[in-house]
């Protein structure tokens, strides 16, 4: 290529240029649905934060250095020094943003502050109007390059009409292609794996123009740098930008190093790539080097590429923005400049996509939907569809945003060189700082705090530096700017209450930040946070202690699913229902909501998911916190009372624990005593007659008999009593084996008395029954022959020694059946009658140091058993006197053939 360049070539280049971009991005998206993303990588994460680096960058920084020499420098040493941080804060903000859902740094604001809709869309109203400058400063690096190159080497032609301005043009192109990149569908997770992609790609794209033309201007025009360095020397004008002190104060370093530190956090852009597109949070490490060595490299040649600018165009009107086009062109390098411009439109159209993207998520989010959602008459939560109204509310405001920054771009003119108009964007954004940064690590930061300070700093931001702009581009009159507005020296813009000898920049960074700073302190201490705002404070300062509230009421899962499925489509619903299959109500309203929240924002889902689920409460945890917080909120006075009140009930609660402990551990001796004298005697006992038996040898028969037959009962004896201890710890832990089946309870009752039989008849008892026929019931048949013998065992050791007398009855009340075993013993005093069910207790006596006889473990047992099946066991006052023993069991609900002879309820 020689000579100059033709318009279609120009054209040619740009849209092939463009074509690759969308290739790059559709290529993305397509293997990001099919899970191989191709962002997964550190390094692009690393060149996708490049994004910071626009036109601005590309073309301003050498504007700057040509007026102030080294003092472009401090909008670099900012995010240099913030990436030594971001392990600490950008971590934490994605963690944070993650479990939030968060979508834009508008809703990462609303959400903090008790998920405020008023303070979203006051996030969105300031970086709307403090990004929208930014955003013309692109569309102007784009027109002028464009112009420069149709014309060189002529003068730049003078502004047409519209229609046939060449910014208007990109403009429109440029609102297509982010319509294509940022706002082609919905995401519950707001991520768009394709613009990340293109981003990164254009990342490359420019740092490569720019060391391309640094290298050219370095190695071609001069002979390398120390020539290039020592012919600026010889020129005063040259030798004072070197010097250390050129160009800003030490203050103005001091405060455009803390303004680039912020923007590079808090930029919408910035926010986007950084935290919303964030694939791994390990990648932050690997970023805070990378980035670092990206911004070395891309500003390497700017003092070489401005000292030649200056050397090659001395005359004043040149514009020191478009030396890094304008050197090439003068060179008679076509080839180079083509190259220079395809990076700066890759400068431009990566802020403007990712900007514009985010911009438009925020003014969906934070602002469009939250208002038609509060009018009624739009009547959206019962619309079937939200998801194309959703997209359509993107698409226009992403149009509307262009066509913003068309409209400002082409009223300020050249009043204005590119890095001062970055530097008012950036002081605009500035503004999150106290509520974004507050609202990570200072848990009393609260919403009203965060609203006044956020209003304060913009109203200021707007005062000392927007309208002073509009003043200088004949908005509004200069007399605005000196002597001051109503000739009021005092309220000058640039001097406000006379506070003079800082730049522009710094007066209104020192004065908004002032008031931003002051207002959201102090109001945040002298108010108090409502319920949610404490809940989402401690998930925000606290992410790691922080779990999500669950939502707490009626409405069916099928409701929640709808809803998701009414604003991300089906396929959403289906996937959100399939990793959660198992979860409450309430639970699944709360996944739904965060689902929701990454469609359109945390304040619009809220009054989505209040549609469908009318009452909400805090879960227990989060409620446990409010109560802690609002404690810390008493007086010292009435704390101390509190406390004091406490600490006697506690003290009152450790005596009656102390008491308990003692009482139980008085009666695990009795316990281990009693157990102790039970295995001894029928070990004494066996070991007696095994010593007869083994001594005396010649024995009588019949007295060998009868000692076997004492050794085989001592030894049946010894074998209960271990029995029964090791089915009270296997029932105890939970270790019970069961057999449950449907029982005849009759013959089961039956059975046990035949069992039973021979002891009573060896005592004498007489036993009455009444066992008519009933329905059965589901157990286990050898447990309930267990609870059975126990009781009849209880009942003869309790019976009249002269006329004892037992009965056992069966009876069906309503669901269940009922068995009584009753006696005619001294009965149970009504105080030991629940007492006699704890382990080791039995009625009658000191219940503490009086030996019971046996154990003590059968009716424990016995109630267990019962309970298990469902039924209940307890002692009542038996028909003319004695213990009644009474215990119910649930009828078996499965269909079962009916008896021969049904019983009815007793009347």
Known sequence: MSGRLDGWQIALASACYLGLLFAIAFHADRRAAAGASLIGHPAVYALSL???????????????????????????????????????????????????????????????????????????????????????????????????????????????PVWTDAGLHVALLLAAFTILFGARHLDAAERHEGMVAAVAFESVVKLCAFLAVGLYVSYGMYDGLGALFAQAGELPALQALTL??????????????????????????????????????????????????????????????AFAGLMRFPEAHANA???????????????????????????????????????????????????????????????????????????????????????????????????AIGLISFAAVAQFAPAVLGGLYWRRGNRNGALLGLAAGFLAWLYTLLLPSFARSGWLPASFLDPGPY?????????????????????????????????????????????IGQVQARRFVDPAQGSPSAWHGAAPAEAMLALVGRILGPAAAQNLRRQHPQASPGMLMHEAEMALAGAMGAASARVMARSVLQQESLAADDMLALLDESAQAIAHSRELEQKSVELERASAE????????????????????????????????????????RDHPDLPAGKRAAYLDIIIRESERLTRLINDVLDLAKLDAGRAEWHAEPLDLAQVVRDALEAGGQLLRDKGIALETDLPPAPPVRADRDRLMQVLLNLLSNAAKFCSPQAGRIAVTLRREGDALRV?????????????????????????????????QGTGLGLPISRRIVSHFGGRLWLEDAPGGGAQFVFTLPLDTAPQATPASPMENPP
């Open 50 to 160: 490049a994004v910071y680096a626009s036109s601005w960058t590309f073309y301003g920084s050498v504007g700057r250095a040509a007026a102030d020499g080294i003092g472009f420098l401090p909008v670099y040493l900012g995010p240099t020094l913030m990436a030594a941080l971001w392990w600490i804060v950008l971590r934490k903000m994605i963690v944070v943003s993650k479990a939030n859902r968060i979508t834009s740094i508008a809703d990462f604001i609303a959400s903090r502050y008790g998920k405020s809709a008023l303070l979203g869309g006051l996030a969105t109203l300031v970086a709307v109007v403090g990004i929208v400058p930014y955003i013309a400063l692109q569309l102007k690096a784009v027109s002028a390059s464009l112009a420069l190159l149709q014309s060189f080497p002529g003068p730049l032609p003078a502004a047409g």
């Open 244 to 305: 250390p002190g050129a160009g800003a104060s030490q203050g103005g370093w001091a405060w455009l190093t803390l303004l680039s530190m912020l923007s590079i956090l808090l930029l919408p852009r910035q926010f986007q790539i950084a935290v919303v597109e964030n694939v791994s949070v390990r990648h932050v490490r690997s970023a805070s080097v990378l980035l670092p060595l990206y911004l070395l490299a891309i500003n390497l040649f700017v003092l070489p590429i």
């Open 321 to 419: 923005d478009l030396f890094v086009l304008t050197l090439p062109l003068a060179e008679n390098q076509p080839a180079l400049a083509l190259l220079v411009f395809i990076g700066g439109l890759s400068a431009a159209t990566g802020m403007v996509i990712v900007e514009t993207t985010a911009l438009a998520t925020m003014v969906c989010n934070d602002l469009v939907m939250p208002l038609l959602l509060r009018l009624g008459f739009f009547r959206l939560a019962a619309h079937a569809d939200l998801s194309a109204l959703l997209l359509g509310i993107r698409r226009v405001a992403i149009v509307v945003l262009m066509a913003l920054g068309y409209a400002y771009s082409r009223a300020a003119g050249e009043a204005y060189a590119l890095m």
């Open 487 to 531: 000739g009021q020296a005092w309220l000058r813009p640039y001097a406000l209450f006379g506070l003079e000898g800082m730049d522009p920049v710094s007066h209104a960074m020192f004065w908004s930040m002032l008031v931003n700073c002051l207002a959201y302190v102090g109001v945040s201490l002298l108010t108090r946070q409502d319920a």
């Open 654 to 693: 450790l005596r009656a624990a102390n008491q308990r402990l003692t009482e139980l551990d008085r009666m695990k001796d009795d316990f281990l005593s009693t157990v102790t004298h039970e295995l001894r005697t029928p070990l004494t006992s066996i070991r007696a007659f095994s010593e007869i038996l």
């Open 820 to 852: 009584a075993v009753s006696d005619n013993g001294p009965g149970v005093r009504p105080e030991d009658r629940e007492i006699i069910f704890d382990k080791f207790r039995q009625g009658g006596g000191d219940t503490l140091t009086g030996k019971p």
